[in-house]
């Protein structure tokens, strides 16, 4: 199994690694997955090493929900979060086609993640943004890579509607997910998993919001099985906020609300991709509330030591809240990482106490006992 995947691979290895993880894990997953992904020796890779994230073992977890759990850890990719697998393959496409500038519609880990491959590429980027409904973090982010940012008095779906129009009035290249580059990449997760694991997890969780990644994983999963490098298909587990649950209600949400503002989308673009997902592996989309959220966020960074934003943890309250088959080996995919939100953090956390500067006082409020 290792060496036919290898060989699918094409890539001269001059490491000397074999099996599954050839390609060099570590330079990105164009060059790992090169043989699974639109890209050809013509297209410049502008990678920032994303991927190889850690598939963390979550003992607490796994014992208060009488499985076997694992933690893909996304928040571990270049900017904190999973788009980085979509993004360099969509930048290094849309360099390849001569672009100069990109631009996205986000509720912030996408205008990130674009907003730094590009700077990378040294093409222009531009995102659009729900005004007051940004982490903290990821507009820092977006910011900082020299984004060119435009806050719109609307909600994450009225601000793609805009995005998905200006290529016919600009010369620019859409990265959001309706590009199609950009769940191409994003399916390399699912074959980390199995090459982690040796196959599929019996189940898998995730969050959904404009619904791509759960679209991707469950290509991800299908491309290993169909070239026999799993033997069996994991049935897709897919959660949304209770009050942004557009698939789950079966109609779009017009005033999506969610301290999970990731996700906080009423109309998802991939929606069909999302059902299709759920019902070909025999699972489903359902929906957790923010206090159900807030329960899961606080348990993986309490018991787990995994801190990731509160989005990413609608997987977790998922399994939590519906439970899986005893001894399920299942796969809970953390998108984003908890820095990207400090105020959510904060609030939900013990404020901090002042005291004099003195041993004795720092001593009393420690409550340590004799
Ligand atoms: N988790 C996080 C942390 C996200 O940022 C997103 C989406 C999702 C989950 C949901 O993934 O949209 O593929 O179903 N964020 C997008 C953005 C919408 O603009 O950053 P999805």
Redesign the pocket.
């Known amino acids: 199994m290792a060496s036919s995947h290898g060989s699918a691979h094409g890539l001269a290895d001059s490491t000397g690694l074999t099996g599954p993880h050839d390609g060099r894990a570590w330079e990105g997953i164009i060059r790992r997955y090169a043989a699974f992904l639109p890209v050809s020796e013509k297209t410049p890779i502008i990678s920032l090493h994303e991927g190889n994230t850690p598939l963390l073992p979550a003992p607490r977890l796994s014992e208060r929900v009488g499985a076997d759990v694992f933690l893909k850890v996304e928040g571990a990719n270049p900017t904190g979060?999973f788009?980085d697998r979509g993004m360099t393959v969509a930048i290094s496409k849309a360099a390849e086609a001569g672009a100069r500038a990109v631009v996205?519609?986000?509720?912030?880990?996408?205008?990130a993640s674009a907003a730094a491959y590009a700077a990378r590429a040294g093409m222009s980027c531009a995102v659009v943004i729900p005004e007051g409904h940004i982490a903290l973090g990821k507009l820092a982010q977006a910011l900082v890579h020299g984004a060119r940012v435009v806050q719109v008095r609307a909600n994450?779906d009225v601000a793609l509607d805009i995005v998905r129009e200006l290529p016919s009035r600009a010369p620019i290249v859409v990265v959001n997910?309706i590009n199609p580059d950009r769940i191409e990449g994003q399916k390399t997760g699912a074959y980390e998993v199995i090459d982690a694991l040796g196959d599929a997890p019996d189940v898998h969780c995730i969050?959904?919001?404009?619904?791509?990644?759960?679209m991707a994983y469950w290509r991800g999963y299908r491309d290993y099985y169909a070239k026999n490098l799993s033997t069996r298909l994991p049935a897709m587990m897919g959660f949304q906020a209770l009050g942004a649950a557009p698939i789950v209600l079966g109609h779009p949400v017009e005033f999506p609300e969610t301290i999970a503002t990731?996700?906080r989308?009423g109309n998802?673009a991939?929606w069909e991709g999302a059902v299709e997902a759920a019902r070909d592996s025999g699972g489903q989309i359902r929906a957790v509330s923010d206090e159900e959220i807030l329960e899961a966020y606080r348990f993986l960074a309490v018991e787990e030591s995994v801190f990731c934003?509160a989005?990413?943890a609608a997987s977790v309250a998922g399994l939590m809240k519906f439970g899986v088959p005893k001894g399920s080996r299942v796969v809970c995919v953390l998108?984003?990482h908890g820095l990207k939100d400090p105020d959510l953090a904060i609030s939900q956390a013990r404020v901090p106490v002042t005291v004099d500067a003195t041993l004795d006082a720092v001593l009393a409020t420690l409550e340590l006992g004799e």
């Not at 996205?104 to 205008?111: E, F, K, Q, R």
């Not at 969050?207 to 759960?214: C, D, L, R, S």
């Open positions: 979060s788009k996205c519609a986000s509720t912030g880990n996408t205008s994450f997910s969050p959904v919001g404009n619904a791509g990644n759960i990731a996700i989308i998802p991939s934003e989005a990413s998108t984003g």
